[in-house]
C-alpha cells in the first residue's frame, strides 16, 4: 500500500468519449502531483496542485485536459473528446513527506483509446 | 531547462553479474538526485536518492554516487538477483523549479536478470 490510491486501474474508451480518473493522495499532505507514462518512456509532468490551488501545468496538458482538486484533497483528471495519442498511463503522486522532495506514486491509471 | 539521460536498455544479464546502468543530468543549480524502480506490475517506487555533491545513495544492495564533476549519477550493483528485473529511472528535482518536489525523470532503463 503507497498511501496514493488510483482508479480506475484500466480504462477502455472508444475515440471521442470523456473520461475521468481519481487520485486520493497520502492525507495531511497538500501538494498532489500528475504524471504521464507512454511505453518506454519516463514519467513526464502534467500538473501540480498545492491544496486546492492549480500552480502549474506542462504543455502536454491541451485543453481536452482538466484537472482539480476542489477540497484540498482528491484529484480529478478528465479528458475530452479523448484521441488514440491519449493512451498512456497516468499517475499520480504526493511527497512521501513534508520537506523530503520525495514522491510517493500511486499505481497509475491505464487509458487505452480505441 | 533540466533533463536527464540514461543508457538505453534493453539490459540482460546473468544472476550475480556486476550491473551499471549510466545516468548523466543537466540542471540549474543544486539538483537532488534519486534512482526510482518500477517493478512488474507496480507502481513507481524510490529505490535511492542523494542530495548533494559526493553524496552516496544507496539501497537493497545498489548504489549511487552524486558526481558534480561529471554531473553523473550511475548506479551500480555488485551481484544481480533474478528479483531485481524491472525498469530503472535516473531522476531529479531542483530548487529552482516552482515546486521543489516536481521529479524530472530519465527515459527508463529495462534490466532482466536470467538464472
Known amino acids: 500500500d503507497t498511501g496514493v490510491s488510483q482508479n480506475p486501474r484500466h480504462k477502455i474508451t472508444k475515440r471521442g468519449q470523456n473520461v475521468t480518473f481519481r487520485c486520493d493522495p497520502i492525507s495531511e499532505h497538500n501538494r498532489l502531483y500528475w504524471y504521464r507514462q507512454t511505453l518506454g518512456q519516463g514519467p513526464e509532468f502534467l500538473t501540480y496542485?498545492?491544496?486546492?490551488?492549480?500552480?502549474?501545468k506542462s504543455r502536454l496538458l491541451s485543453d481536452r485536459f482538466s484537472a482539480e482538486r476542489p477540497k484540498g484533497s482528491f484529484s480529478t483528471l478528465e479528458i475530452q473528446r479523448t484521441e488514440q495519442g491519449d493512451s498512456a498511463m497516468y499517475l499520480c503522486a504526493s511527497p512521501r513527506d513534508s520537506g523530503a522532495n520525495v514522491l510517493t506514486f500511486g499505481a497509475g491509471s491505464r487509458l487505452t483509446v480505441l | 531547462g533540466n533533463s536527464v539521460t540514461q543508457m538505453e536498455g534493453p539490459v540482460t544479464l546473468s544472476e550475480e553479474a556486476f550491473l551499471t546502468i549510466n545516468c548523466t543530468y543537466t540542471a540549474t543549480g543544486y539538483p537532488s538526485l534519486f534512482w526510482y524502480v518500477q517493478y512488474p506490475g507496480e507502481g513507481l517506487q524510490l529505490l535511492l536518492k542523494a542530495t548533494k555533491a559526493d553524496d552516496k545513495g544507496s539501497n537493497k544492495g545498489f548504489e549511487a554516487t552524486y558526481r558534480k564533476e561529471t554531473t553523473s549519477f550511475h548506479l551500480e550493483k555488485g551481484s544481480v538477483q533474478v528479483s531485481d528485473s524491472a525498469v530503472y529511472f535516473c531522476?531529479?528535482?531542483?530548487?529552482?523549479?516552482?515546486?521543489?518536489?516536481?521529479?524530472?525523470f530519465g527515459p527508463g532503463t529495462s534490466l532482466s536478470v536470467i538464472p
Open positions: 496542485f498545492q491544496n486546492e490551488a492549480q500552480l502549474e
Open positions: 531522476a531529479l528535482t531542483s530548487p529552482t523549479e516552482t515546486s521543489y518536489d516536481k521529479v524530472i
